[in-house]
Nanobody, 125 residues
């Protein structure tokens, strides 16, 4: 059983960049689908990006496509979310989630079994 552990959140000005990390604790992400979700105050949790570890196929929400990049480091057993051209509306708690094997509906939070504690990202205007 793997436990995602996020890091890298913080405060940044609009137009800036941040990189979030999601490390696997207690196991490895090999053969997992790993995703990032975010939740802003008063809003539902929403899908941001996902990566299938074995194939490196990646998927993005329309709202972040072209600005965010999800990637993995096999040696470090870590998934990254590089966030560029940040906007105030990107402000949220970002969560890393994982599930073994390929997740058919990768954009649905209910598909994931393991969740991190979340990391706050705040983008000031």
């Amino acid at each position: 059983q793997v436990q995602p552990v996020e890091s890298g959140g913080g405060l940044v000005q609009a137009g800036g960049s941040l990189r979030l990390s999601c490390a696997a604790s207690g196991g490895t992400f090999s053969s997992y689908t790993v995703a990032w979700f975010r939740q802003a105050p008063g809003k539902e949790r929403e899908f941001v990006a996902a990566i299938i570890w074995s194939t490196t196929n990646t998927y993005y929400a329309d709202s972040v496509k072209g600005r965010f990049t999800i990637s993995r480091d096999n040696a470090k057993n870590t998934v990254y979310l590089q966030m560029n051209s940040l906007k105030p509306e990107d402000t949220a708690v970002y969560y890393c989630a994982a599930r073994a094997y390929i997740v058919p509906y990768y954009y649905q939070s209910g598909q994931y079994h393991y969740w991190g504690q979340g990391t706050q990202v705040t983008v000031s205007s």
